[in-house]
T-cell receptor, first 113, second 111 residues
Framework: EAQVTQNPRYLITVTGKKLTVTCSQN?????MSWYRQDPGLGLRQIYY???????DKGDVPEGYKVSRKEKRNFPLILESPSPNQTSLYFC????????????FGPGTRLTVT | DAKTTQPPSMDCAEGRAANLPCNHS???????VYWYRQIHSQGPQYIIH???NNETNEMASLIITEDRKSSTLILPHATLRDTAVYYC????????????FGKGTTLSVSS
């Protein structure tokens, strides 16, 4: 089944404790991205990647890191999480950069205390 | 990018057609109209997109006016599982740019 998977789905952590949210797609898509969703602010893009080893900042990249060493994986790294990063996170992928038929993962609900 | 305007909420009876409007009066010639939906806190789901012509797939139909300033997403036989927030997005297919989700329309389907 074609899909985007994220792990973990739920995470409660404390300020400053490094964490990684994994994202994997099995559709051989070139483009992958991370969004966060907050009440009243909608979905905002954090980082995106147009292909392996090619990543760039989205609208809200502060406090996040990403890497794209393999085509299928695009982990989101929070080196020192803070409470303002409490949010619902979505990974998405599409076949090529610039196409907007994107496939979204199920989401990761992160709480930082 | 063109701005879109959608009603904040709509109701629909189960089994009836749901017609969701979207205004995009400043749309440019190379911009597509995309529709996504999000069922309570799940990942957004692509529904359909179009440039000029009307489009239909297994989920929905998209009707774009001749002047392209507005469009309507039609769910022909709404079910309870179609209750969701529906987003109309207008965007050119440019590499490296994000989907911009506005507030969307909350569609409530009831029996």
């Amino acid at each position: 089944e074609a899909q985007v998977t994220q792990n973990p789905r739920y995470l409660i952590t404390v300020t400053g404790k490094k964490l990684t949210v994994t994202c994997s797609q099995n559709m051989n898509h070139e483009y992958m991205s991370w969004y966060r969703q907050d009440p009243g602010l909608g979905l905002r893009q954090i980082y995106y990647s147009m292909n392996v080893e090619v990543t760039d900042k989205g609208d809200v990249p502060e406090g996040y890191k990403v890497s794209r060493k393999e085509k299928r994986n695009f982990p989101l790294i929070l080196e020192s999480p803070s409470p303002n990063q409490t949010s619902l996170y979505f990974c998405a992928s599409s076949l090529f950069p610039g196409t907007y038929e994107q496939y979204f993962g199920p989401g990761t609900r992160l709480t930082v205390t | 990018d063109a701005k879109t305007t959608q009603p904040p909420s709509m109701d629909c009876a189960e089994g009836r057609a749901a017609n969701l409007p979207c205004n995009h009066s400043t749309i440019s010639g190379n911009e597509y109209v995309y529709w996504y939906r999000q069922i309570h806190s799940q990942g957004p789901q692509y529904i359909i997109h179009g440039l000029k012509n009307n489009e239909t797939n297994e989920m929905a139909s998209l009707i774009i006016t001749e002047d392209r300033k507005s469009s309507t997403l039609i769910l022909p036989h709404a079910t309870l599982r179609d209750t969701a927030v529906y987003y109309c997005i207008v965007r050119a297919n440019q590499a490296g740019t994000a989907l911009i989700f506005g507030k969307g329309t909350t569609l409530s389907v009831s029996s």
